[in-house]
């Protein structure tokens, strides 16, 4: 901590989200006054965002919340202290669980709330109550990465670095604005300036011509939603023309010529009239992409919020497969491992595991657990359906219901019908107004702050976690705001499972892989509270590099070891990549018999989803400095678009679908393809409006503006039988003054 009277400058980890790049705090009179980048620092080389720079208004502004906030009889909220919110939510839970079982109770984490060790206390805590209905953001925003992953199998080995690769290819993803998703996150664009400079063949298919597609070699704009049927072409013409990798395709896969057969009929003139992709474009796509030595592809949240997301990755990791883009006997692991315990990797597949089909089964539509966890979209329902197995309470941790999941209308019915609503945010949000409890947490720098979280995405794809052996902490550095009441936020899950008598036990080092470390199980003291250091030594124990090192350092480090090599196959290997999964496959052939995406007379146009510069899905949408160009949420149309219905820039339009109308600003956008609205999502509802009862539906396009998530519906979109997921792009839409 500092006293001091001076402004003083101080390296740091700007946590505004897990990334984690490496800054430099100004603190003056013990409060931060301002962020800029560290430009030694390692992996992000003086990189910050919008969000993280505005640290001020994050910490000090006037929509934080500095004590706990309780729904009062009367429906107003009146600040408590967190003592009396722990007492009387544990008292609560209790008759829950007494009256209806412990699965009366739900989590739901969002996108913030993956820091640890807010996570593994969370998860401790449902643990020990015994419920397992615990949901994520992560069966929202691309869980066909993981249903995919378990179907094909997995590279051990892993994938081909970027830093080196000949040619990566992006489906629906923005990685330059978005920072996830092939590109090194930190700094993307200086990591892709320098790819460019030694000559990586940048392959895009996105409907919009969209940041990182201007940036590319080739762009394919297809009608959005038949990402599959482009891949499918793509994959078919590697198998054609014999630009597969025959010897690793040989050696490491089953089902060749299932897959083969499967794809036949996806030509690229069949291709053309279906997505409308010249088949000229397709063949030089395909053709620079398999011809390269090395690459990978990543596809994004455009690709699994469309049409057939789980079918669209696994045809892409089928594609990767047959090119060979894998980690091989002698490469250099990029990254060995900083903080996250792992296992050697080595040149061999990982054979399929199930996807689906794990318990609990939930009552919605026949959904179960999964690989990519229990469906979010069905939580709405499960709070709504009567009976036994019915949600009561919600906990949601870091995330924002109201504005993220679908089908807004039943979520905003399912938040009313909880018996109890506990939100833990720094803000009251949109779905805070209908909690019985908000608790605001600690946030970086009143916090340690740790690189743990971003070091472990690695594992999940291509392009996620650091590309080098890079850790980060530093300690807190400032006191909270004088007045506040705060905790942090896994103090809450812990003080309330004291509360209630529940003991918590830690399971750190999850298995990734075989040949990973197994999982610990560490139960904790219940009397004496830890310190979240004691906490970051028990999530660490057994790292490459000991966290006493990594502290030693007010920087992010690198952490080579120049023996991590890709090992060889281990002789007694059984595993193998599934080229031919009988459910894709199938799902292949019923996007073979059914009709194009694009627009008919009652619903024309298509509703595609987009990132938005300086703000995260809901997060930055209230903060002056990340919106002031922008302040509205506009709907992007192609001009030609617009001059055909009559419609001028900045007018106020009524977009419609099936299920619901939202209002927009029209922005005119010639990088988007004839027929199309375009949208960011996680937008809507003011909190004026909301709080004093006005309708959520009613037009404000010069606000806050609506969530697209209100056009989407799992009862007329219902396109994931797995996910459960809706589309929530490429929606059906129609335009109108």
């Known amino acids: 901590m500092t006293d001091s009277t001076n402004k003083i400058r101080t390296r740091a980890v700007c946590r505004n989200c897990m990334i984690s790049c490496g800054v430099f705090m100004e603190i003056e009179d013990g409060r931060v006054v301002g962020l800029i980048g560290d430009k030694d620092d390692p992996a992000s080389h003086g990189y910050t965002c919008a969000r993280g720079r505005d640290v001020t208004t994050q910490l000090y502004g006037p929509n934080r919340l500095l004590r706990p906030l309780r729904k009062a009889p009367s429906g107003d909220f009146e600040s408590t202290s967190p003592e009396t919110a722990i007492s009387e939510i544990a008292d609560r839970l209790r008759v829950l669980v007494d009256e209806h079982g412990p699965a009366s109770v739900a989590l739901y984490t969002g996108t913030y709330a993956l820091a640890p060790p807010a996570s593994l206390l969370a998860g401790a805590f449902m643990n020990a109550l015994g419920s397992p209905m615990s949901f994520s953001c992560g069966s929202i925003d691309q869980p066909g990465k993981f249903l995919a992953r378990a179907l094909h199998g997995q590279w051990q080995g892993g994938g081909q670095p970027f830093a080196t690769a000949e040619t990566w290819l992006f489906v629906g993803t923005n990685p330059l604005v978005s920072g996830l998703g092939g590109i090194p996150t930190l700094n993307p664009a200086w990591h892709l300036n320098r790819a460019l400079k030694r000559g990586i063949k940048l392959i895009v298919i996105d409907p919009r011509r969209s940041e990182t597609a201007k940036k590319a070699l080739l762009h394919l704009q297809p009608v959005p939603g038949e990402d599959a049927a482009v891949l499918a072409g793509m994959v078919r013409i590697v198998l054609e023309e014999g630009l597969f990798d025959k010897n690793f395709v040989d050696e490491n896969t089953r089902n060749l010529e299932v897959l083969r057969q499967h794809v036949e009929s996806f030509t690229p003139e069949f291709v053309e009239r279906r997505a409308d992709v010249p088949a000229t474009d397709l063949l030089e796509a395909t053709r620079v992409f398999a011809s390269s030595v090395t690459g990978g592809a990543n596809a994004g949240t455009g690709a699994n919020f469309s049409s057939r997301g789980t079918l669209t990755e696994y045809l892409l990791a089928c594609l990767v497969t047959l090119c060979g883009f894998r980690a091989r006997e002698g490469d250099l692991d990029p990254n060995p491992g900083v903080l996250v315990p792992r296992g050697p990797r080595r040149a061999q597949p990982l054979a399929p595991t199930p996807a689906w089909g794990f318990p609990p089964k939930l009552r919605t539509r026949g959904l179960s657990n999964t690989a990519c966890g229990l469906p979010t979209s069905a939580l709405a329902d499960e709070i709504l359906l009567e009976g036994e197995g019915q949600i009561r309470a919600l906990i949601c941790l870091g995330g924002n219901p109201l504005m993220s999941w679908p089908d807004q209308a039943k979520t905003r019915a399912a938040l009313e019908r909880l018996d109890l609503l506990v939100v833990l945010d720094p803000k009251q949000t949109q779905t805070g107004q209908f909690a019985d409890y908000v608790m605001p947490p600690k946030l970086v720098p009143e916090i340690p702050a740790l690189s743990y979280d971003f070091e472990e995405l690695e594992s999940?794809?291509?392009?996620?976690?650091?590309?080098?052996?890079?850790?980060?902490?530093?300690?807190?550095?400032?006191?909270?705001?004088?007045?506040?009441?705060?905790?942090?936020?896994?103090?809450?899950?812990?003080?309330?499972?004291?509360?209630?008598?529940?003991?918590?036990?830690?399971?750190?080092?999850a298995i990734r892989t075989p040949g990973d470390p197994p999982a610990r199980r560490v139960a904790l003291d219940m009397q004496n509270t830890p310190t979240t250091d004691e906490l970051f030594d028990v999530l660490t124990e057994g790292s490459r590099i000991p966290l006493s090192e990594v502290r030693r350092h007010h920087a992010g480090q690198v952490y080579e070891d120049p023996n991590a090599q890709v090992l060889a196959r281990d002789p007694d290997s059984q595993g193998f990549l599934e080229l031919g999964d009988e459910v894709m496959l199938a799902q292949l052939d019923e996007a073979l018999e059914s009709g194009s995406l694009e627009g008919d007379d009652e619903f024309p146009f298509r509703l595609i989803c987009r990132r938005q510069e300086n703000t995260l899905n809901s997060l930055g949408r209230d903060q002056p400095k990340l919106v002031r160009a922008r302040p509205h949420h506009p709907a992007h149309m192609h001009p030609a678009d617009m001059q055909d219905i009559g419609i001028a820039p900045g007018a106020i339009v009524a977009i419609t679908s099936r299920r619901d109308t939202v209002h927009a600003v029209v922005m005119e956008s010639e990088d988007l393809r004839r027929g199309l609205v375009s949208m960011s999502h996680s937008y809507g509802i003011d909190l004026e409006r909301l709080a004093t009862g006005s309708d959520p539906g009613e037009p404000q396009p010069f606000s806050m503006g609506n969530h697209t998530g209100a056009l989407a519906s799992a009862d007329l979109d219902y396109e994931e039988p797995y996910t459960g997921l809706p589309r929530l792009s490429s929606i059906p839409v129609r335009v109108t003054l």
Do not use: C
């Not at 936020?489 to 003080?495: A, G, N, P, T, V």
């Open 460 to 509: 999940h794809a291509p392009g996620w976690g650091y590309a080098l052996p890079y850790a980060a902490y530093r300690e807190a550095l400032v006191d909270p705001p004088d007045g506040s009441e705060l905790l942090e936020d896994w103090e809450l899950f812990y003080l309330l499972a004291r509360e209630m008598e529940l003991d918590l036990q830690l399971y750190v080092g």
